[in-house]
């Protein structure tokens, strides 16, 4: 989607880790490769984002730092508890994929076996190894139903809900 939530973030960072875990699962600590490099810095670029650009951390005051050095803005202790705020984050999500993977490690047997074969998966590959573990593939477009959000919130309200919205004049 091109509007990024804090669960949208998040949840990219667990992806974004999964690689970096897969092979620690698979391959073990000693046998990692430098391939989840760009995977680490990219969880680890969202985390700071999160709290430094976006003000999604709870515990924080909303300032971004955007462009400009985040020593500029925040002091010492700010700063340190941003970093903190942002290497937990990560620390959670790493656990996460780490527990994911672990919960389908059949699943990720197959697809590294497969890998080991092929130089990468097409989609329709990937959909008939996942069909066989019932798991349902969801893209990122389909993933956070912001529509769905709006009906809860709407219904909650006691608001009227239609699925094409007419203006009112």
Not at 86 to 94: D, N, S
Not at 98 to 112: C, P, R, T
Not at 115 to 130: A, G, H, Q, W
């Amino acid at each position: 989607p091109d509007i990024m939530t804090k669960n949208l973030f998040y949840a990219d960072i667990v992806y974004s880790l999964g690689g970096l875990e897969a092979e620690k699962l698979i391959f073990g600590q000693d046998n990692m490769s430098n391939g989840g490099g760009s995977d680490l810095r990219r969880a680890t670029t969202n985390a700071a984002a999160m709290v430094k650009t976006y003000g999604m951390a709870d515990h924080m005051h909303q300032i971004s730092v955007e462009g400009l050095s985040p020593n500029a803005i925040y002091n010492k202790d700010s700063n340190q508890s941003a970093e903190d705020w942002a290497m937990e984050l990560v620390k959670t999500a790493q656990e996460e994929a780490q527990q994911i993977l672990q919960d389908n490690k059949a699943l990720l047997l197959e697809i590294a076996h497969y890998l080991s074969i092929y130089p990468s998966i097409v989609e329709e590959d990937l959909r008939k190894i996942t069909d066989k573990y019932n798991i349902k593939v969801r893209t990122k477009d389909n993933y956070y139903g912001y529509k769905d959000m709006i009906k809860e919130t709407m219904t909650k309200m006691g608001l009227a809900y239609s699925e094409i919205p007419t203006p009112s004049v």
